[in-house]
């Protein structure tokens, strides 16, 4: 059993810039494919970003392409988001989703794919 636990959001205005973290239990953790999504309310889950095991690969959704980076320390068994240019639109639960022993140290584009999940960290943008 993996334990999931994300940190760092808030209240912020827009233009500014937030660093979310979340910490993944396990001695695997650097063979864990890690991922974070958001959930606004009334819409559904969407991808945010992606970072597979050797953090050479990374994916981005369009919303967060320019504006944010995921990053990791396997020594701290931790994942990044951090977040740049705030919008109305970054509004959202974000969470940290994990899949255990990545063999490939791939991408992972589907919640399916993931085997758990955080309790979410709110992030709530005003002008």
């Known amino acids: 059993q993996v334990q999931v636990v994300e940190s760092g959001g808030g209240f912020v205005q827009t233009g500014a810039s937030l660093r979310l973290s979340c910490i993944a239990s396990?001695?695997?953790?650097?063979?864990?494919?890690l991922a974070w999504y958001r959930q606004a309310p009334g819409k559904e889950r969407e991808s945010v970003a992606a970072?597979?095991?050797?953090?050479?690969?990374?994916y981005y959704s369009d919303s967060g392409k320019g504006r944010f980076t995921v990053s990791r320390e396997n020594a701290k068994n931790t994942v990044y988001l951090q977040m740049n240019s705030l919008k109305l639109e970054d509004t959202a639960v974000y969470y940290c989703?994990?899949?255990?022993?990545?063999?490939?140290?791939?991408?992972?584009?589907?919640?399916?794919?993931?085997?758990?999940w955080g309790q979410g960290t709110q992030v709530t943008v005003s002008s």
């Open positions: 396990g001695s695997t953790f650097n063979k864990y494919a």
């Open positions: 989703a994990v899949k255990t022993e990545d063999p490939l140290g791939g991408l992972y584009a589907y919640t399916s794919e993931y085997d758990y």
């Open positions: 970072i597979s095991w050797s953090g050479r690969n990374t």
